[in-house]
């Protein structure tokens, strides 16, 4: 493709594999650093931050609409058995690693946390900072996993289904402001704290 039909063709980590080649929809944010490689569909309104790897070599991966996933994050398959399914306004925080499981819409991954081959992790469940879910292990709607191996921590409060819903509306904000500078404001969930 050239440049005037594919708004990525200045990214320099955005290649096929084995004549897999990613689908991205154009109103998606991709940091220049961010590598994606081979079978890997990003829906609408997601960004993929900086020095972020989706790596669709051997199976696929598949995002939906308005999922962001932060920097140093890893999302990869297995080639034998699983793809990598990630639903629509998913959260992922900095330098987690996904691999090879499903993340239902409106779940929330936290930073630096794993999700293993197989796991599930269901719609309005959280995943907390560092924790390690093991292959298979399915976290139910409404409930805090943490630990490693993670475990049910407890209930979530109203307040945390309410944040699960803003972090990804802020992220689908901040994604458009990174791609389109102030054409995208006004911004209703997110501002800018200039250096004092």
Same mark, same amino acid.
């Given at each position: 493709?050239?440049?005037?039909?594919?708004?990525?063709?200045?990214?320099?980590?955005?290649?096929?594999?084995?004549?897999?080649?990613?689908?991205?929809?154009?109103?998606?944010?991709?940091?220049?650093?961010? *590598? %994606? +490689?081979? $079978?890997?569909?990003?829906?609408?309104? #997601?960004? =993929?931050?900086?020095?972020? &790897?989706?790596?669709?070599? !051997?199976?696929?991966?598949?995002?939906?609409?308005?999922?962001?996933?932060?920097?140093?994050?890893?999302?990869?398959?297995?080639?034998?058995?699983?793809?990598?399914?990630?639903?629509?306004?998913?959260?992922?925080?900095?330098? *987690? %690693? +996904?691999? $090879?499981?499903?993340?239902?819409?409106? #779940?929330? =991954?936290?930073?630096?946390? &794993?999700?293993?081959?197989? !796991?599930?992790?269901?719609?309005?469940?959280?995943?907390?900072?560092?924790?390690?879910?093991?292959?298979?292990?399915?976290?139910?709607?409404?409930?805090?996993?943490?630990?490693?191996?993670?475990?049910?921590?407890?209930?979530?409060?109203?307040?945390?289904?309410?944040?699960?819903?803003?972090?990804?509306?802020?992220?689908?904000?901040?994604?458009?402001?990174?791609?389109?500078?102030?054409?995208?404001?006004?911004?209703?969930?997110?501002?800018?704290?200039?250096?004092?």
């Amino acid at each position: 493709m050239t440049s005037k039909n594919n708004p990525f063709a200045d990214h320099l980590f955005i290649e096929p594999f084995l004549g897999e080649v990613p689908k991205i929809n154009a109103t998606a944010f991709i940091a220049k650093s961010a *590598a %994606i +490689i081979g $079978a890997v569909e990003i829906g609408e309104d #997601c960004s =993929i931050w900086h020095h972020t &790897t989706l790596r669709g070599d !051997a199976n696929y991966i598949q995002i939906g609409k308005g999922t962001n996933i932060q920097d140093n994050s890893v999302v990869h398959i297995d080639s034998a058995k699983f793809p990598t399914r990630i639903g629509d306004y998913v959260t992922i925080g900095h330098s *987690a %690693i +996904i691999h $090879a499981c499903t993340l239902h819409s409106y #779940c929330f =991954i936290g930073m630096g946390a &794993t999700i293993m081959d197989g !796991a599930v992790v269901d719609s309005y469940a959280m995943v907390a900072a560092g924790a390690l879910v093991t292959p298979g292990k399915q976290v139910p709607k409404g409930e805090l996993w943490a630990g490693s191996p993670a475990k049910k921590m407890r209930d979530l409060t109203s307040q945390e289904f309410k944040m699960i819903e803003t972090s990804a509306a802020r992220y689908v904000e901040v994604g458009k402001a990174a791609k389109l500078g102030l054409g995208a404001a006004p911004f209703s969930h997110f501002s800018v704290k200039p250096i004092p």
